[in-house]
Nanobody, 127 residues
């Protein structure tokens, strides 16, 4: 069974930093892409970043480029999201997700179709 567990959220002031972690289990971690989404109150879930450690590729939403960095530690089955220069508009619940069949399609077009989601971790940025 695929499981994803997020951690690292919290309350931080504008300009501060947080590092989120997503620990994956139940599948061969480095064969697949892992993504981060976020959902603010009253808004749709939006893609933030994703990584495929096997091919060394990463993607970022325009709203976080230059501030967020995604990385992976295959030995620990863990993907990290380093978030710097945080802004109040980054406030949201952050979710980790994967799909072993059609990740790219679901990430860009139909995120709710992803195979597995974590329960999320709350990030609150105060002004």
């Amino acid at each position: 069974e695929v499981q994803l567990v997020e951690s690292g959220g919290g309350l931080v002031q504008t300009g501060g930093s947080l590092r989120l972690s997503c620990v994956a289990s139940g599948f061969t971690f480095d064969d697949y892409s892992i993504g981060w989404f976020r959902q603010a109150p009253g808004k749709e879930r939006e893609g933030v970043s994703c990584i495929n450690a096997n091919v060394g590729s990463a993607y970022y939403a325009d709203s976080v480029k230059g501030r967020f960095t995604i990385s992976s530690d295959n030995a620990k089955n863990t993907v990290y999201l380093q978030m710097d220069n945080l802004k109040p508009e980054d406030t949201a619940v952050y979710y980790c997700t994967t799909d072993r069949i059609n990740f790219g399609y679901y990430y860009h077009s139909a995120p709710y179709g992803m195979e597995s989601w974590g329960k999320g971790t709350l990030v609150t940025v105060s002004s």
